[in-house]
């Protein structure tokens, strides 16, 4: 129940005005002598050409009242509106309890498609902490969407095609083995990768080389392709892992690679439709008339570029998935590339090129020092999320060391804790790593909720004869109480706004909310013990939280444990 809609709607019949716009005025005053809702009239005053006060109380003379409100009252241009809590607590926690885990899925997006871009590591570069930003707001976006009902793709475009894997060719070939690829996997094809920019700045001529091998992967050279297909595979085992271990997934692993034999098509596109033009041997789209660089399609020596794939790929995903919307997950440094690229598909004259959308997200830094590395100044995710396990297990030790299934326990929220600091702000703000901080039992982050969570499930299990049947919710009349319904109220128009914002920060800040507001409720009011109708309408509460709570932590991609 939208409860600031259905106010608008009585208002709306009590003046004419559109209840939407009405619903937009509505506030919630912080203090609740002034109602739990507010409607003031001083935007109405232009429309009817009253003064305020005087409109409020000539809409207070007509109006009549939705049923969950028990009084309204007018306070100058102030029409308060006082909620009946008992009818307001019942339908909320009924709500919760019948739907479940599937209180706040809606259809809204039936019959929508969304295509998200997102993780997209570099095949033979480690996966570093900027990649797991992607990977961790795609996979929320994911969540969030497919519960409104939208059919979702999830697409790794991976960095595997490209001039860097004619380095890598030539650097295997000078500096590299067998064995050694096959022992240290991706850390070694960073060692050669690294060793032939050192080198071939003494010697360009490895530069030349490089571009050779990557033209010879481009006509499918046998040599060059099974060298190429080899690091890929090393580097996907590594990548799963790490998926694994964030329980992320996808519908494709389309990478760069993929478009190679698609890219043509593209470029005789262009060339048609006079978009084309030569610059110092390259072939490039003129973007002038947007005050923009020229997006550069292909090189000198004929190469294709990172744009040129991009390009193709959004045409084939237009074609095969016929999307909505495309969603990008990257670095806010990309800004450019997708400017660039998307106004070449304007040009070219699909109208959906609005329907591109770069969503990104600034930068990772750490909290220096206590972040070990073993590989130098890159710091990979698998190190990272180990150590966020690791630093999780030796505080549930200390917590609570009879815990069973430590090490699972520890695993779900370590990486949750990651997750989480990673979702709790916009995505444009930079995410400090700081353990102390987002491993904070008490603080606004993965491990408290989860915790709030824990804690729901530890009171339920004491109750095992709780029913949710014949509940007298008027029982539930303290302000404690009342709190914690009106946070789960909202949490199904929470999804929908992270949804039109791209922002998972909404549900995260929800979500501490809501075990702010348990937490408060707990201290406040005694649970088993007290007398039996009183025991079954907190314990109501009680199951509604521990409900909503996993499905939000759901939505983020993260586990909700039952004890820790
Ligand atoms: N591989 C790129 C990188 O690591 C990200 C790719 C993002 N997706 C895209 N379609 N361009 O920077």
New binding site residues.
């Given amino acids: 129940m939208d409860m600031k809609l259905e106010i608008a709607k009585s208002l709306s019949a009590a003046c004419g005005v559109a209840a939407e716009e009405i619903a937009a005025a509505i506030e919630v005053p912080a203090n609740t002598d002034m109602g739990d809702f507010a409607y003031p009239c001083f935007k109405l005053a232009k429309v009817l050409r009253k003064a305020p006060p005087l409109i409020a109380q000539e809409i207070g003379e007509k109006l009549e009242k939705p049923d969950f409100i028990a009084d309204v009252k007018i306070v100058g241009a102030y029409i308060n509106f006082f909620m009946d809590k008992h009818f307001y607590t019942k339908k909320v926690l009924e709500t919760v309890l019948t739907e479940k885990e599937n209180y706040g899925k809606s259809d809204m997006g039936a019959g929508k498609t969304i295509v998200i871009?997102?993780s997209?590591?570099?095949i033979a570069?480690p996966f570093h902490v900027?990649?797991l930003r992607?990977t961790v707001i795609g996979n929320a976006l994911y969540q969030i969407h497919s519960q409104l009902g939208y059919k979702c793709v999830g697409?790794n475009?991976?960095?595997d095609w490209g001039t860097q894997f004619g380095k890598l060719i030539v650097a295997y070939k000078k500096w590299g083995s067998k064995e050694a690829v096959e022992e240290k996997g991706i850390q070694e094809l960073m060692r050669i990768y690294v060793k032939f920019h050192d080198e071939a700045e003494k010697a360009p001529e490895l530069d030349d080389e490089a571009r050779l091998w990557f033209v010879k992967m481009q006509d499918g050279d046998d040599e060059a392709l099974t060298l190429w297909k080899w690091f890929y595979d090393i580097s996907i085992k590594e990548f799963e892992r790490v998926y694994d271990m964030l329980g992320v997934k996808f519908d494709a692993y389309t990478g760069?690679s993929f478009y190679n034999d698609k890219m043509a098509a593209v470029v005789d596109e262009l060339k048609e439709k006079g978009l084309l033009e030569e610059s110092e041997g390259a072939m490039i789209v003129n973007l002038e008339d947007k005050n923009m660089p020229p997006c550069l399609i292909i090189r000198k020596d004929g190469g294709t570029l990172?744009a040129t794939?991009?390009i193709t790929?959004a045409l084939y995903r237009k074609k095969t998935y016929n999307f909505d919307k495309c969603i990008?997950?990257?670095?806010l440094d990309?800004n450019l590339?997708?400017a660039q690229w998307f106004e070449v598909i304007h040009k070219m004259g699909y109208d959906w090129y609005k329907d591109l959308i770069h969503v990104p997200f600034g930068l990772v830094s750490l909290d220096s020092g206590k972040l070990s590395t073993r590989h130098g100044n890159v710091v990979l995710m698998e190190d990272l999320l180990h150590q966020a396990i690791a630093e999780t297990k030796k505080i549930i030790e200390e917590k609570n060391p009879s815990l069973p299934d430590k090490e699972e326990v520890a695993k779900k929220v370590g990486i949750g804790a990651v997750i989480f600091n990673d979702l709790y702000n916009t995505r444009i703000k930079d995410v400090v790593f700081s353990w102390e901080r987002m491993l904070n039992f008490d603080g606004e982050t993965g491990p408290y909720v989860q915790y709030t969570h824990a804690r729901a499930c530890s009171i339920l299990k004491k109750a095992p004869d709780f029913t949710a049947e014949n509940i007298d919710f008027s029982k539930l009349d303290d302000e404690a109480s009342l709190n914690v319904c009106k946070l789960l109220e909202a949490f199904p128009s929470k999804i929908v706004d992270a949804a039109a914002k791209l922002e998972p920060y909404v549900l995260t800040r929800h979500l501490v909310a809501i075990s702010q507001a348990f937490n408060k409720f707990y201290h406040d009011n005694p649970i088993l013990n007290s007398e039996a109708e009183v025991r079954q309408a907190r314990l109501a509460v009680v199951v509604a939280v521990k409900t909503v709570l996993a499905a939000g932590l759901a939505l983020l991609g993260i586990d909700a444990p039952e004890q820790m």
């Fill in positions: 871009d997102y997209s590591p570099n570069k900027g990649h992607s697409v475009h991976l960095g760069e990172y794939r991009d790929a990008y997950l990257t670095a990309q590339h997708f």
